[in-house]
């Protein structure tokens, strides 16, 4: 159990450009927090900064009130579990689990009472004979989150402990280790490059780009209101369609106007955004593919837009049809299955109370 302070953390490598910039969060105790961003983000050298595998370069890094900039890995009280195991291939899953601490000269009934109890938890009590070799993917990944329960640490650092797992063992390994999070309570921080493992396992998530923090927030808020392009972009699958666009008035009410569209604005937007100076503007919209629907009948806040079909993809109990419509390619989230042809010109309903409007410059939410 622990609270983490990390102030104006920055790293740079040798000879390298900075890859953590001013990086600040406070993390709660209990809190299960999710690094996710692109690959090579810096999300790895924040973690390892955190185990003390990896020098701060400027910056505080505070564990339970104290500052532990100095401190060595093994005095931090953390486990860190990898992407690859590194489980020793001589050893079976018990001696695996123990050697932790029996380098720590843990008594001996103690060691063995505290493996029992992690394999029982990780449900590979009857596995505890065998070799490394003698185990499947999730089995090993489990073997290794076992190594790091038995410590007892008072923070858990995962690096993409399941990207070298199979899609369904991914998605059923997702759950167990949020049971553990639970049945633990304990600090968990995870590192991913996956936006549906970030949306389903953290209480909050630190959205990443080029060493930055992008949005911290609950999963909820970052799908909702995401503070610039990049975060509504990167969360969201199939991601969120941006479309270059103007505003202007139209009959007395604030529209967005591309390719000959328009979505009329609802009042309270408008507002905003006129108080904004936005009026006359280029600015880029945002709509998740989820928001357009196959029009049986328009609701209040919808308004029709006409769309050339590319392409539909049948994924069983939704469909993806992929739109164009001049120069902006859109995909459109439906329930059920839809038998649109490609080249077919199709309505579709936009809800206008769920666009989200971005700056052409700063690329930040003006809503
Ligand atoms: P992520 O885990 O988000 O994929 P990393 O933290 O591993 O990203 O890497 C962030 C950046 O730092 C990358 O550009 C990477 O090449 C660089 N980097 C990582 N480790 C080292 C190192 N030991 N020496 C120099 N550069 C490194
Ligand atoms: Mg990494």
Do not use: W
């Not at 993917?137 to 070298?164: C, H, T």
């Not at 507002?271 to 998740?288: F, Q």
């Amino acid at each position: 159990m622990a609270n983490l302070s990390l102030r104006h953390i920055c790293k740079t490598y040798s000879g390298n450009i900075d890859t953590i910039k001013d990086f600040n969060l406070e993390i709660k105790d209990k809190e299960f927090i999710v690094f996710v961003g692109p690959s090579g983000c810096g999300k790895s050298t924040v973690l390892r900064m955190i185990a003390g595998l990896e020098e701060i370069t400027g910056g505080e890094l505070y564990i339970e009130n104290q500052l532990v900039n100095e401190v060595t890995p093994k005095d931090r009280d953390i486990a860190m579990v990898f992407q690859n195991y590194a489980l020793y291939p001589h050893m079976t899953v018990y001696d695996n689990m123990a050697f932790g601490l029996k380098m720590r000269k843990v008594q001996k009934s103690q060691i063995d009472e505290k493996v029992k109890s992690a394999a029982k938890t990780l449900d590979i009590y009857d596995l505890l004979k065998r070799k490394p070799k003698e185990l499947s993917g999730g089995q090993r990944q489990r073997v290794a989150m076992g190594r790091a329960i038995v410590r007892n640490p008072k923070v858990f650092l995962m690096d993409e402990p399941l990207s070298n797992l199979d899609a369904k063992l991914r998605v059923q390994m997702r759950t167990e280790i949020s049971k553990l999070h639970k049945k633990l309570q304990t600090t968990f921080i995870y590192v991913t490059h996956d936006q549906t493992e970030a949306m389903t396992l953290g209480t909050r998530i630190v959205v990443i780009k080029d060493g930055i923090i992008q949005q911290v927030d609950t999963p909820q808020e970052i799908y909702n209101h995401p503070k610039n392009v990049f975060v509504a972009g990167f969360i969201g699958s199939p991601q969120m369609n941006f479309i270059n666009s103007k505003l202007e008035h139209v009959n007395g009410k604030l529209a967005v106007l591309f390719e000959g569209e328009q979505i009329i604005l609802q009042d309270d937007m408008s507002n905003v955004l006129e108080k904004k100076g936005y009026v006359g503007k280029n600015i880029i919209i945002g709509i998740r593919p989820e928001n357009i629907r196959i029009p049986e009948e328009i609701t209040r806040n919808e308004c029709l837009v006409e769309f050339n079909v590319d392409l539909t993809e049948l994924m069983g109990a939704e469909s993806y049809i992929y739109l164009s419509k001049g120069e902006s390619n859109i995909i459109a989230r439906v329930e059920g299955i839809v038998d649109f042809k490609s080249g077919d010109k199709v309505k579709l309903a936009l809800d206008s109370s769920k666009i989200h409007i971005f700056d052409v410059d700063t690329q930040l939410t003006v809503l």
